[in-house]
């Protein structure tokens, strides 16, 4: 009984010291990530993604890396058919980028990412279509309480990202050295890709932030403009696509026919309201930060007429 009591205790132990070393594995592969100043968000879709997949193989009883191998790994692939292909993409992708670190560090001895299968995807599909006209822009606006301390800061934020085209990412991530008022423009880094950019401080935009700082925001010692509710600085998981669905339906907005309403529709919009305007797609490239112009030409695609009034455009700065 004794014996047996300790071989139980002695194989529990070698157990928990596998999963402790999938977890310094995943620590060191996030901290790398980290290193390269990938976005929060990223970083975050990784750790979830990899975890699934460390758990998968201990279910499997597989709680040695050495043991890893293709047909586990394809097994596993097999696993996310119930996902959609682009979520599958993404899955799949992290776990290249997995193998890949621990194959330059060391814990393999292979190179297993080279196994791993290329998920077919087209990523145009994923580009919002939803439009928001100007009228729904103003009926949206409109619909904010800017009497309170919330409705001051989810104008001045909705305002930026209707105005600018900035990204909540980069929104919630804005400090006060970001902006220049003495030259009236905005001036950061994107989270996404790390370009820099620099934006003007329109004057509606402008009043708004000003509005927040000087009579909305808390008294709180933070470099961040805008707080959540808890008077802190927007966890890296924050989302504020619900506050707009919130201003929606307060605007009495008819959502049943789009497809797609968080806040990058509110980007989209402003970029295919530019098209209409004629405004040169290079410049439209440059308002929303885009490091490739073909970029911004694919993201336009919905409005084919005004595209292709701009084709020469691009073809110049493409030469």
Not at 48 to 76: G, Q, V
Not at 290 to 312: F, G, M, Q
Request: overall charge positive; charged content about 25%; hydrophobic content about 35%.
């Amino acid at each position: 009984m004794h014996i047996k009591l300790s071989h139980k205790k002695f194989k529990i132990d070698i157990v928990n010291k596998c999963k402790l070393q999938y977890r310094l594995i995943l620590k060191k592969f996030l901290d790398e990530l980290k290193i390269k100043e990938l976005s929060d968000k990223y970083i975050s879709r990784n750790k979830r993604e990899i975890t699934l997949f460390f758990k998968y193989l201990w279910l499997k009883d597989i709680y040695d890396i050495s043991k890893i191998t293709n047909d586990i790994i394809f097994n596993y692939i097999c696993t996310l058919d119930k996902y959609s292909q682009g979520n599958k993409y993404n899955i799949v992708s992290k776990l290249r980028g997995l193998f890949k670190f621990m194959y330059f560090n060391h814990y393999t001895k292979t190179d297993l990412s080279l196994c791993i299968p290329k998920i077919p995807i087209n990523h145009n599909s994923k580009i919002p279509h939803t439009i928001w006209t100007p009228e729904d822009i103003e009926k949206i606006l409109n619909s904010i309480d800017k009497s309170t301390n919330v409705g001051k800061r989810d104008y001045a934020i909705l305002t930026i990202m209707i105005y600018l085209g900035l990204r909540f990412t980069d929104v919630k991530n804005l400090k006060f050295e970001n902006i220049d008022w003495k030259k009236n423009v905005i001036n950061l880094n994107q989270n996404k890709t790390k370009k820099y950019i620099t934006l003007p401080l329109l004057n509606n935009v402008g009043t708004a932030i000003i509005d927040y700082i000087k009579n909305g925001r808390p008294n709180v010692d933070s470099k961040y403009i805008f707080l959540n509710n808890k008077n802190e600085k927007f966890t890296p998981n924050s989302d504020f696509s619900y506050v707009l669905k919130k201003y929606l339906k307060l605007a009495n907005i008819d959502i049943s026919d789009k497809k797609y309403i968080g806040t990058y529709s509110l980007r989209h919009s402003l970029a295919t309201t530019l098209l209409q305007n004629r405004t040169q797609l290079s410049t439209i490239s440059s308002i929303l930060g885009h490091t490739d112009i073909n970029n911004t030409a694919v993201y336009l695609k919905v409005d084919i007429p005004s595209l292709r009034e701009c084709c020469l455009d691009l073809e110049v700065d493409n030469l």
